[in-house]
């Protein structure tokens, strides 16, 4: 197993830290090309899915097996953990939607965690667009928009999944699914060791290998994510928040959140403009 010290970097996007509090992020090609030279260093997304449209320029995309220079227009499936890069021709054209893979979960049984590549299509186009539509304006009941547009998108971008013949890869996807169902259960190493029918051991090897983390900080970066995300998006209390996340105490949510996010609660559910309840 390789030494996770010597892996591709982890991000949430390209160049940033861990925590993805939004329901998804969309932006142009350019908006975060230009700023690197129009190169991205070969890297990984953990728990993070991501939908790419090229529409015009020059693209080449970065694998672990190599270079693979893409025909435009094209639209690619790129899943959570895949290695992957860029280098593209200046004024490169395009949208990338980066989506926590919980948003997706119920296309996991049709191809969600390989990658894909599509030609474009009018309606992935238009998908596309009306995503970045979307997520600029705040209005209305914007995540329940947000989730619905890009689980269309996926249906067009996904086909049958093969079967997994990675054991960690496996492991870790059974993995991520029962921290999606029982983060909030208060499950420790060994319940999700137990119920994945493996050690504490290895299920931490697998996980650091991976996440590059520990299974319990696996757990936290989720609650972590759920717990911005109801904050940016629901008008729900910061106590109601904090025990349906499985926290009995109130103020260490608050201590935990504060420290992953560094501020507190109320200010973050202030920094996006939801309502100060609770």
């Given at each position: 197993m390789d030494n996770p010290a010597k892996r591709t970097p982890a991000f949430a996007l390209f160049g940033e830290g861990r925590i993805f509090p939004d329901v998804l992020h969309c932006e142009d090609i350019n908006a975060r090309a230009h700023r690197h030279g129009w190169k991205i260093a070969r890297h990984r997304h953990p728990d993070l899915h991501q939908f790419f449209l090229f529409r015009s320029g020059d693209v080449t995309l970065r694998l672990a097996d190599g270079d693979r220079p893409l025909h435009l227009p094209v639209a690619l499936s790129i899943p959570s953990q895949l290695e992957h890069g860029f280098i593209f021709e200046a004024g490169t054209e395009g949208y990338v939607v980066t989506v926590p893979v919980d948003v997706l979960s119920d296309l996991a049984p049709t191809g969600l965690r390989r990658f894909q590549s599509r030609a474009e299509t009018p309606r992935m186009a238009s998908l596309f667009a009306?995503?970045?539509?979307?997520?600029?304006?705040?209005?209305?009941?914007?995540?329940?928009a947000l989730r619905a547009l890009?689980?269309?998108?996926?249906?067009?971008?996904?086909?049958?999944?093969?079967?997994?013949?990675?054991?960690?890869?496996t492991l870790y996807a059974r993995f991520e699914d029962a921290v999606r169902t029982h983060a909030a259960d208060g499950w420790r190493v060994k319940d999700y060791a137990a119920h994945l029918g493996t050690s504490s051991t290895q299920?931490?090897?697998?996980?650091?290998?991976?996440?590059?983390?520990?299974?319990?900080?696996?757990?936290?970066?989720?609650?972590?994510?759920?717990?911005?995300r109801r904050l940016a998006y629901t008008r729900q209390p910061v106590t109601t928040i904090a025990y349906d996340l499985g926290f009995s105490d109130p103020a260490y949510f608050a201590r935990v959140f504060r420290k992953g996010m560094g501020l507190s609660a109320r200010d973050y559910r202030k920094s996006f403009g939801a309502g100060a309840s609770g």
């Open positions: 009306a995503i970045a539509d979307r997520y600029a304006d705040r209005s209305g009941p914007r995540d329940l890009v689980v269309a998108l996926g249906c067009d971008l996904v086909t049958a999944e093969p079967s997994m013949t990675d054991p960690a890869a299920l931490n090897r697998v996980v650091r290998h991976q996440a590059d983390q520990s299974v319990m900080g696996a757990v936290q970066a989720h609650l972590l994510g759920e717990a911005a």
